[in-house]
Nanobody
Framework: QVSLEESGGGLVQAGSSLMLSCTLSGRILTDSAMAWFRQAPGKEREFVASISRSAGVVEYMFTVEDRFTISRDNARNIVFLHMNRVEPEDTGVYFC??????????????????WGQGTQVTVYP
C-alpha cells in the first residue's frame, strides 16, 4: 500500500524559512513525478511545485518561484519543499502528491494518483 507522509509544517512569522518533507512508503520514488499542492481555508487546492523523476526539471507556481525550492532524494524516498521568505498568503495545508510516469523529465500540474494527509503551514505577519 502506497502512503505519503508530510512533515515540517508549523506556525512561523513572515519572512522566515521552513522545510517541508514528504516520505514515500510502499513504492519506489523513482517511478513518479512529485509535486506539492496547498489548500488555504475556503479556497481550492492549488499547485505549488513539481519535480521530475530525474530531479532535473522543476516547475513552480508564479508567486513562489523565487522563494521556494522543490527537491528530492530518491535514495531515501523523500521529497522536500524549502520555503524561504514565507508570506501570510502561503498559509494553508501542504500536500505531497505522486504521479507515476515513464517520462523522466516530466513535471505536471494535474493527474496525480496518490497523496498524503498534509501538513499545516501558518504564516503570521
Amino acid at each position: 500500500q502506497v502512503s505519503l507522509e508530510e512533515s515540517g509544517g508549523g506556525l512561523v512569522q513572515a519572512g522566515s524559512s521552513l522545510m517541508l518533507s514528504c516520505t514515500l512508503s510502499g513504492r519506489i520514488l523513482t517511478d513518479s513525478a512529485m509535486a506539492w499542492f496547498r489548500q488555504a481555508p475556503g479556497k481550492e487546492r492549488e499547485f505549488v511545485a513539481s519535480i521530475s523523476r530525474s530531479a532535473g526539471v522543476v516547475e513552480y507556481m508564479f508567486t513562489v518561484e523565487d522563494r521556494f525550492t522543490i527537491s528530492r532524494d530518491n535514495a531515501r524516498n523523500i521529497v522536500f519543499l524549502h520555503m524561504n521568505r514565507v508570506e501570510p498568503e502561503d498559509t494553508g495545508v501542504y500536500f505531497c502528491d505522486g504521479r507515476p510516469t515513464h517520462v523522466s523529465t516530466g513535471t505536471y500540474r494535474v493527474g496525480y494518483e496518490y497523496w498524503g494527509q498534509g501538513t499545516q503551514v501558518t504564516v503570521y505577519p
